[in-house]
């Protein structure tokens, strides 16, 4: 009898030490996760407020982004050990034939339709975020890297063509908040602050007489810079070991180039006016991408 009381004693100091350590067992758990989704968005880069102050200089009256709607594929790769979690996210979009249209301000007005050719961007991203759980819900911040990279280009390839390349890469700071809305429904927010900077490569040829070439040249050569911040907005619906999600995605910019500068051959009034654009190209535009999304996340 004596032993059987000494066990029960034993059992009843035991269990909340046991039921600690199995807790801190399962919040060390490492839990892997993947993820898609799809981005309908609007694009408005920054190359079109540059294009619309450029030719203003020579009166002329510039229309916002046509046919700017595009789509992404987001892939998501993430991992959480207990209070830290780890993801690398990807996303790229290409708008084919985006256009606008300008006017001549004068006597006898002239009114035109311009395309930019390709435009596209791809976004990459590698966060760490610690989370700090409260009575309900979760904060999360931490830091990570963004990549940042923008192409346009047009022409044949052999008598005229613009390629233009932008390629960055910088810090951004994060902070992440889950509320759980019952059982199955999980609000979520997030929120970055980044600052990309990286090279540019630039070509324009074309076979207007006199024949141009334009390169980029200087010491340091140019380079590109995004400075601003991301909104993520979305509901989670657990479906088993998968998530099923909407949300909104607002990212926005400004974006300049640092060390602008362009030489031509021949040089002429033409290539003046590409160098004497070095103040508009430095000053800092609004770059803008936005959209709702559809996706799933399941657990490995």
Known sequence: MKRLVLVAVLLTLSTPVLAQEASEDESSQVQWRVG????GLAYRPAIHETTRISLALSEQVVTSLKNNEAYG???LLGVRFGHLDLELTHYDFTLPDAYFDTAFVSVVPLAFRSKYGTLRRQENELNAAYFFAFDGWSLG??????????FSGDGDGVSSYVYDDVSTLGPQAIGRLEVPLGDFV???YGFDLFYTRGRRKFESVSNLIPFSFIWLSGAHGTRGVFFGYEHNLSLGF?????EIMLGYRYIRSEFWFEHYYVNGLPYSSMF????????IQTTSHPDRVEGLYF???TDL
């Open 36 to 39: 898609v989704s799809y981005f």
């Open 73 to 75: 594929y987001p892939l």
């Open 141 to 150: 911040a931490g830091a990570g890297l963004r990549h940042i990279r923008t």
């Open 186 to 188: 999980t609000l979520r």
């Open 238 to 242: 657990a479906v088993g070991n998968a």
């Open 272 to 279: 003046r006016a590409n160098l004497n654009a070095a103040a």
């Open 295 to 297: 996706g799933i996340t």
